[in-house]
């Protein structure tokens, strides 16, 4: 097997790593966007990967006499794939497209993209949550209200808003989409996520201007809070790391060298994944020769 077929896949993977090892100690802005991009670039890297391994699997697999060694050859692929590699890369390729369906029929679900003000659910627990789409919809229940003044009902609806006005929902969207497809990916969607919520946090700083305000804002919700699944919540992911940020002083960009390094690195990935996109053109092209 060519090592230019795994290549891809090994460089996309130390990406994922090195990302996940610099996350906060970038400002949460600046982290988010580059973990969403290095999910995005790491799935296209990865993904096509196990595509092409599941085919050149089957293609030679002995019961089907050969009949697929066209599909294999426009891959590139001419030896035979091990068992022990085969199955898990089909298995994981099949399960990627159900769980893909399955990620944006729940979005379409959710989504709402007609403008709305804040809606407040009658409801016993206290919850904020912003719907995703263009609508920027914020939900918030009556015992969120009840039991919290002006100064923190202020903190939270600016929490929401900065998750509606960013759309952080299509980054949660990608992260979601990018674990569908190549699973291990949960722990860097697990940061993006945390670095979501740490940019709303920040931009309720920026409004109420008091950072123990909104800290202990959030610690306060956080102790009696539901956080409803596919949906941003205001206390709904790593509150006590969130809280000891807003107790810290506010967060500074790195030297241009650390972040270059981070975006030469997804570049680099980017470069490797659309090598590796380049394999599937071949199977196209012999679908479709036209």
Known sequence: ??????????????????????????????AARAMTVALAVVAAAAAPTLWILSIGFVAHLPLLGGSLDWC??????????????GTPALLLSVAGFVRVRTVLRSFRRLRHDDPGRVEIADHAQPFAFTLPGRGGQVIVSSALVDMLDDAEQAVVLAHERAHADHRH???????????????????????????????????????????????????????????????????????????????APPPTSPRSGVQGALWGAIALTGAMAAFQIHHLSRLITALCPT
Do not use: N
């Open 169 to 247: 929902d299509r980054y949660l969207l990608t992260a979601q989409l990018a674990v569908a497809v190549v699973p291990p990916l949960r722990a860097l969607s697990s940061r993006l996520k945390f670095s979501l919520e740490r940019w709303a946090d920040e931009s309720a700083v920026a409004q109420c201007g008091d950072r123990r305000l909104v800290a202990r804002t959030l610690g306060k919700v956080a102790l009696r809070s539901l956080s409803p699944a596919g949906a941003l919540s205001f206390a709904g992911l790593g509150v006590p790391a969130r809280v000891a940020a807003l107790l």
């Open 1 to 30: 097997m060519s090592a230019s077929l795994l290549s891809p896949l090994a460089v996309a993977t130390t990406l994922a790593i090195f990302v996940t090892a610099m996350h906060r100690r970038l400002p949460p802005a600046v």
């Open 72 to 85: 294999a050859d426009a891959f590139g692929v001419h030896d035979s794939i091990p068992l022990w590699m």
